[in-house]
């Protein structure tokens, strides 16, 4: 099996000794839970969500426990997974309360007649099958809390909102349309915080690595997302994607993961889970692709996956990598970024991770 922590602006100079070896150890438990299921004869799609599930419980992720923070201070969750033998797919969108988002969007896929749901509906379901919902807090950690100041301080410096030349009315303020609130020094007890305020974002400079949602530090909250795909001693592939989305996104922001297609793709040959920018993945269809390109094109698999990450992506602009693997067992993690957090574990259960690219 195969997976992923995220890919981004991930610095050499800004990944301490002790942070890398942190996520090194996460990923490898990762691995090792998904092959723990595979060697007994396991599901790919079992291996799949007990890989996930221990990157959702790590703060080290942009997932689960270490989702990043909305434009209001509030953590919004996406995962998805798709079993290649039947075309089934789950997936769950905008989520507040669900500590492993994976696998509710595993109970989608096998416990409902649908492939997505979102918001509060999405709770509902959860509440209807038995699944426990936690308390917002549980998300909180003052990395990411930080994080989200930071891009709030990043766009404040690059465009002063209108709002700050008068107090305006909220009379007459659509529902997407956020009244003014204040920026907290701290968050509250309860870390659910007061929203920030609400700014407009700016428009990134061609070549800038500093976008918005973007934490100059780690590098690595804007293009968070972790992921696996997994072949099963009966020839069957899976794929899941979860994330926490952009810091500081607004109004709703969906980003690829759990888009069937965009960020997350099983069929019999093929299973991808993407991490990048999410608009262009979801543009491009970017996990079917590569699937599509085994397909018609007879294309092996590394070649595939490296034509339309390396090549389609970098010229419409869009950065990020996928994991993939096909029904022989050939692995494929190309990233055109910095680097992308990943790992992949042979038969025998030895684990190897890996960063930045490789020399």
């Excluded at 434009?71 to 769950?92: S, Y």
């Amino acid at each position: 099996m195969v997976i992923h922590g995220g890919a981004g602006v991930i610095s050499r100079e800004n990944l301490t000794p002790e942070r890398e070896a942190a996520m090194r150890a996460a990923l490898t438990e990762a691995l090792q839970a998904g092959h723990a299921v595979l060697a007994k004869g396991g599901r790919s799609m079992d291996a799949v969500t007990a890989a996930i599930r221990v990157m959702e419980d790590s703060p080290y992720f942009n997932a689960g426990k270490g989702a990043v923070f909305n434009h209001d201070g509030v953590n919004e969750l996406d995962a998805a997974v798709m079993d290649g033998k039947t075309r089934m797919a789950g997936a769950v969108a905008g989520v507040h309360h669900i500590q492993n988002p994976i696998d509710l969007a595993r109970l989608v896929m096998e416990k409902s007649p649908h492939v997505m749901m979102v918001g509060d509906g999405a709770e509902a379901f959860a509440r209807s099958q038995g699944m426990p919902l936690v308390d917002a807090k549980y998300f909180f950690t003052e990395e990411r809390w930080q994080g989200l100041q930071r891009a709030l301080e990043q766009e404040k410096a690059k465009q002063a909102p209108p709002a700050e030349q008068g107090q305006p009315s909220t009379q007459g303020l659509s529902p997407a349309t956020p009244a003014q609130p204040v920026t907290p020094a701290q968050p509250p007890a309860s870390a659910q915080p007061p929203a920030p305020q609400p700014v407009t974002p700016a428009q990134p400079q061609p070549g800038s690595s500093l976008t918005p949602g973007v934490d100059p530090i780690t590098g690595d909250h804007k293009f968070g997302t972790v992921g696996a795909v997994a072949l099963d001693m009966d020839g069957n592939l899976a794929a899941g994607t979860s994330t926490g989305g952009m810091t500081n996104k607004r109004f709703g922001r969906v980003g690829d993961a759990p888009i069937i297609g965009a960020g997350t793709y099983a069929d019999e040959r093929c299973a991808v889970s993407a991490t990048g920018h999410g608009e262009f993945f979801i543009r491009y269809t970017v996990a079917r692709d590569i699937c599509a390109r085994v397909e018609y094109q007879d294309l092996p698999l590394p070649e595939a996956a490296s034509y339309v990450v390396n090549d389609v992506l970098v010229k419409a602009g869009g950065e990020g990598g996928v994991i993939a693997m096909d029904r022989q067992g050939h692995v494929a993690m190309p990233f055109n970024s910095s680097g992308m957090y990943r790992g992949y574990i042979s038969e025998d259960g030895t684990p190897t991770v890996a960063i930045f690219q490789q020399p």
